[in-house]
């Protein structure tokens, strides 16, 4: 395998990037992993993990990459899917395909999951409403 130089050896540990607000969505926090960097914008990964409970959820998009998947790691979420309603729970692992329309609307107070995309500047589109979305689940 021949050294490629457009990406990079990259290691961050937990204590080097915290996690922040200002991220695609308020509700929730995020956590850079250093991949955005390393392979030049190709690919992002980061921590996702709940910030507040959920009033509104996603709304319903859709995004402009090639691949994304989400790794829960705690907690749980739902989904809806086109229109298909989803339960992800800790160990789950959801391919989401290319422009699949979907709506995050509940999820769990310990909620976290890993999120990798490609490329790392994936663009959210809104989209019309599918179907009606469940209520969310009050935390109390």
């Given at each position: 395998?021949?050294?490629?130089?457009?990406?990079?050896?990259?290691?961050?540990k937990p204590e080097q990037t915290g996690y922040v607000s200002g991220g695609l969505r308020d509700f929730f926090l995020y956590r850079d992993l250093?991949?955005?960097?390393?392979?030049?914008?190709k690919v992002?990964?980061?921590?996702?993990?709940a910030n507040m409970a959920p009033e509104k959820g996603t709304g319903w998009h859709?995004?402009?990459?090639?691949?994304?998947i989400v790794i829960m790691l705690k907690g749980w979420a739902r989904f809806m899917y086109d229109d298909q309603e989803?339960?992800?729970e800790?160990?789950?692992?959801?391919?989401?395909r290319p422009g699949i329309r979907h709506f995050l609307f509940d999820?769990?107070?310990?909620?976290?999951?890993?999120?990798?995309?490609?490329p790392a500047d994936f663009k959210t589109i809104d989209v019309e409403p599918v179907c009606?979305?469940?209520?969310p689940t009050p935390w109390n």
């Open positions: 395998m021949s050294e490629t130089a457009d990406t990079l050896f990259s290691h961050v250093g991949v955005a960097a390393a392979t030049q914008g992002i990964a980061h921590l996702v993990k859709r995004h402009e990459a090639e691949f994304q989803t339960l992800v800790a160990g789950d692992c959801v391919h989401q999820y769990s107070p310990d909620m976290e999951y890993l999120e990798i995309v490609s009606p979305i469940p209520d």
